[in-house]
């Protein structure tokens, strides 16, 4: 038994993210574990289906088991995205290796990249950018581009290479013994366009899934209600005008001045697109304030978002991931009921009823709105 785990969002699953799991499988995984975003995805927005729909599918797709990744991980920002998964992947107990798409498509470039990162975000010359009104990544290319060669800096531009390198750094921070492992990404990670094949980017799916175009080529169909962030664009409004410019300074990522740009952009800001370039400046990115803007609404907090997992939540398995729940040697509770698992601890209980809360904002963003209490009541998919 040799099992491997896939950190990702499957926003939606499509045929680049069957390929990874096929080419896992080729390099010697007999089990494999998803660990997977729930309803709130890290471009800071909602997931198109609910996290349901989506492990079924991952599972219908070669995915052994899935699990969520809470929504204050999953807003993070890559290096917080990868290690709140990778610390669910260590409390299993069990996992041989990590499997993440990359670019590079090779791990050693990607670990020297890693050792580059840690030496310039110490260094003198990241400072100074920071302090000149930067943002992280373009302080970050500056320092690389002062004491690396060219290739170290263009491993580290690409998007995938960033959440490898983070994957890498966050295994290593806690001394695992999980094998890293890569698959080469072709198409581009964010191109509404892109498509190769029979690959296409999530981003290009999406957009056919809102223009009720047939994405059949790229993706398995998912026959099933879809959440839009636009259903929920007055009640983030409003939620933002009763904050407090203290309230803003509490949220994560609110950074180099972000909560308070956050806090005067929502007082005259009529849409949300109007919100996100009113905060924006060149010292954040727009995915950066697409989360802030999110986790202001949803109220994740430093606080909660600095918290350690008190849980893990199963939402699907097969019979081999039934086995992998007979091999893991758990540091924390994990079941399938997220009512059942509530009742383990006083930190699994705020966390639980924390995140059924998200999981009620989120029931409204579909056409037909679903009642609260979802998430206490929704069963796992399981799969013969």
């Known amino acids: 038994m040799k099992t491997a785990a896939i950190i990702a969002e499957y926003n939606p699953f499509h045929n680049g993210h069957r390929y990874h799991i096929e080419q896992t499988r080729k390099a010697g995984a007999t089990h494999i574990i998803s660990i997977m975003s729930g309803n709130f995805v890290q471009r800071g927005d909602l997931a198109v289906f609910d996290k349901y729909v989506r492990a079924k599918t991952a599972v219908d797709n070669g995915a052994d088991l899935v699990i969520e990744l809470p929504s204050r991980y999953s807003l993070m920002s890559a290096e917080g995205f990868a290690r709140g998964a990778v610390s669910i992947i260590s409390a299993l107990g069990c996992v041989d290796m990590l499997s993440f798409g990359s670019e590079s498509g090779d791990i050693p470039p990607l670990k020297e990249a890693s050792a580059a990162i840690e030496y310039c975000i110490h260094s003198a010359k990241f400072d100074e950018q920071i302090q000149r009104g930067k943002s992280y990544p373009a302080a970050l290319q500056a320092a690389l581009r002062e004491y690396y060669t060219e290739d170290v800096s263009e491993v580290i531009q690409s998007p995938n290479n960033t959440l490898a390198i983070e994957y890498l750094s966050a295994l290593d921070d806690i001394g695992s013994r999980i094998t890293p492992f890569t698959v080469t990404r072709?198409?581009?990670?964010?191109?509404?366009?892109?498509?190769?094949?029979?690959?296409?980017?999530?981003?290009?799916?999406?957009?056919?899934?809102?223009?009720?175009?047939?994405?059949?080529?790229?993706?398995?169909?998912?026959?099933?209600?879809?959440?839009?962030?636009?259903?929920?664009?007055?009640?983030?409004?409003?939620?933002?005008?009763?904050?407090?410019?203290?309230?803003?300074?509490?949220?994560?990522?609110?950074?180099?001045?972000?909560?308070?740009?956050?806090?005067?952009?929502s007082r005259t800001a009529?849409?949300?697109?109007?919100?996100?370039?009113?905060?924006?400046?060149?010292?954040?990115?727009?995915?950066?304030?697409?989360?802030?803007?999110?986790?202001?609404?949803?109220?994740?907090?430093?606080?909660?978002?600095?918290?350690?997992?008190?849980?893990?939540?199963?939402?699907?398995?097969?019979?081999?991931?039934?086995?992998?729940?007979?091999?893991?040697?758990?540091?924390?509770?994990?079941?399938?009921?997220?009512?059942?698992?509530?009742?383990?601890?006083?930190a699994a209980h705020r966390q639980a009823v924390f995140e059924a809360r998200l999981g009620d904002i989120y029931s409204l963003a579909f056409e037909d709105p679903r009642p609260c209490g979802y998430d206490f009541t929704a069963k796992p998919i399981i799969v013969d």
């Open 270 to 346: 009529k849409s949300l697109e109007e919100l996100y370039f009113a905060a924006k400046n060149k010292s954040v990115t727009l995915a950066r304030v697409r989360r802030a803007v999110l986790c202001a609404f949803l109220g994740i907090t430093k606080q909660i978002s600095s918290a350690p997992p008190a849980y893990i939540h199963v939402l699907g398995m097969n019979d081999r991931g039934r086995e992998v729940l007979s091999a893991a040697k758990c540091k924390i509770p994990i079941d399938t009921s997220l009512k059942a698992i509530s009742q383990t601890s006083s």
């Open 186 to 265: 072709t198409v581009p990670h964010d191109d509404e366009s892109a498509a190769l094949g029979e690959f296409s980017s999530a981003s290009a799916i999406r957009r056919k899934i809102r223009d009720g175009e047939d994405y059949s080529a790229f993706a398995p169909v998912a026959n099933a209600p879809t959440a839009d962030i636009m259903r929920l664009e007055r009640a983030v409004l409003a939620k933002l005008r009763i904050l407090s410019p203290d309230s803003f300074e509490q949220i994560y990522d609110c950074v180099n001045g972000l909560g308070n740009r956050l806090y005067k952009a």
